[in-house]
T-cell receptor, first 113, second 116 residues
Framework: GENVEQHPSTLSVQEGDSAVIKCTYS??????FPWYKQELGKGPQLIID?????GEKKDQRIAVTLNKTAKHFSLHITETQPEDSAVYFC????????????FGSGTQLTVLP | DGGITQSPKYLFRKEGQNVTLSCEQN?????MYWYRQDPGQGLRLIYY???????QKGDIAEGYSVSREKKESFPLTVTSAQKNPTAFYLC???????????????FGEGSWLTVV
């Protein structure tokens, strides 16, 4: 089955700096890669996603890049703000998988004022 | 507003007790999921259901049971056989359980279960 690895597990940045979180996946058939943000004590919320026919997608300060050859994808947050502090999860989905998503282990992002 | 409602938010279980976590959705989604989250770890799939009256085991189903008698409801029972049940439990749903990747998964707010 699919295996998703996420790094780093914790990340601290100064407000205004950029943050990058990286994930690798094992199943070359995976074709959908969402990112979720989870605030303390709440459920994860989708913030951006990318499909395998696209190399990069951007939404305001958030962008995701995908390298299918290397089987890795990354989340980029620019001009970080304190409200960006949360746990971020990457995930991957393979065609034919009724389980829908395999999640990475999460990254605790702290934006220091 | 449409969404997923989990209850209770906090639950304490005594040793040897079964407890049931409720999950209700009014999104008209076919597929529903239960995940377990331990501190500092990712989400692990317990059970999932693609359609009413059908469900499958996930990666860590031992000690848990589910039912799917209604489209909008997918309760999770944590049985006494689950030796380490203290965790954060998340219910989720997607519009269809048909095997098509890329369905957005929506999550509830979660339930904290603690063994006392």
């Amino acid at each position: 089955g699919e295996n998703v690895e996420q790094h780093p597990s914790t990340l601290s940045v100064q407000e205004g700096d950029s943050a990058v979180i990286k994930c690798t996946y094992s199943d070359s058939a995976s074709n959908y890669f969402p990112w979720y943000k989870q605030e303390l004590g709440k459920g994860p919320q989708l913030i951006i996603d990318i499909r395998s026919n696209v190399g990069e997608k951007k939404d305001q300060r958030i962008a995701v890049t995908l390298n299918k050859t290397a089987k890795h994808f990354s989340l980029h947050i620019t001009e970080t703000q304190p409200e960006d502090s949360a746990v971020y999860f990457c995930a991957a989905s393979s065609p034919g998988s009724a389980r829908q998503l395999t999640f990475g282990s999460g990254t605790q992002l702290t934006v220091l004022p | 507003d449409g969404g997923i409602t989990q209850s209770p938010k906090y639950l304490f279980r005594k040793e040897g007790q079964n407890v049931t976590l409720s999950c209700e959705q009014n999104l008209n989604h076919d597929a529903m999921y239960w995940y377990r989250q331990d501190p500092g770890q990712g989400l692990r799939l317990i059970y999932y259901s693609q359609i009413v009256n059908d469900f499958q085991k996930g990666d860590i189903a031992e000690g848990y049971s589910v039912s799917r008698e209604k489209k909008e409801s997918f309760p999770l029972t944590v049985t006494s056989a689950q030796k380490n049940p203290t965790a954060f439990y998340l219910c989720a749903s997607t519009v269809t359980g048909v095997i098509v990747s890329g369905n957005t998964i929506y999550f509830g707010e979660g339930s904290w279960l603690t063994v006392v």
